[in-house]
């Protein structure tokens, strides 16, 4: 008995050119699947380009970082903040180069927060400038940018 495929003798003409295009669409069935889901996904969700941001705030530990993430989402300046342990930051300040451990808050807010999470963390973090930066969001994940949408008011 064997078992495998047919030889180009057996698969003449138009019966070659059958099975090759029967053997690409089951191959490619699954991957064809994937990318017809994920763009019917992102064509049914509308996202305006940079209506949201990603901001980033260091602080020198983990006990600052957790107060203010909880601080920030409970007063709904944004809906998700991760915290980034042990980084390093070399910079300068008044001078002199420096080098210290901090975490890292990634925070997923609305644009139009930006401001205000800005001076909330100006009035409780312990730096005497504080980093408080932004980048809009270009895109993303539909379902994703529709619940910062939702958690966050405008």
């Not at 992102?42 to 969700?45: D, F, I, N």
């Not at 989402?73 to 930051?89: E, F, H, M, R, T």
């Given at each position: 008995m064997h078992i495998g495929l047919p030889s180009a003798e057996t698969l003449q003409g138009g019966s070659l050119r059958a099975f090759i295009v029967t053997l690409l669409s089951v191959l490619m069935l699954q991957l064809l699947r994937t990318v017809g889901l994920r763009a019917f996904s992102?064509?049914?969700?509308t996202y305006t380009s940079g209506t949201?941001?990603?901001?980033?705030?260091?602080?020198?530990?983990?006990?600052?970082?957790?107060?203010?993430?909880?601080?920030?989402?409970?007063?709904?300046?944004?809906?998700?903040?991760?915290?980034?342990?042990?980084?390093?930051?070399?910079?300068?300040?008044?001078g002199k180069i420096q080098?210290?451990?901090?975490?890292?808050?990634?925070?997923?807010?609305?644009?139009s927060m930006v401001?205000?999470?800005?001076?909330?963390?100006?009035?409780?973090?312990?730096?005497?400038?504080?980093?408080?930066?932004?980048?809009?969001?270009?895109?993303?994940n539909p379902p994703y940018l529709k619940w910062i949408g939702e958690t966050v008011p405008e």
């Open positions: 992102m064509a049914s969700e949201h941001s990603a901001a980033f705030v260091t602080c020198p530990n983990d006990t600052v970082a957790k107060e203010l993430a909880w601080g920030i989402v409970q007063q709904k300046l944004a809906a998700c903040v991760n915290i980034v342990p042990a980084i390093k930051s070399v910079y300068e300040w008044q080098e210290d451990s901090e975490v890292l808050l990634m925070i997923k807010t609305r644009s401001p205000a999470l800005a001076q909330y963390v100006r009035s409780n973090h312990p730096y005497e400038v504080a980093e408080v930066i932004s980048l809009p969001i270009d895109q993303g």
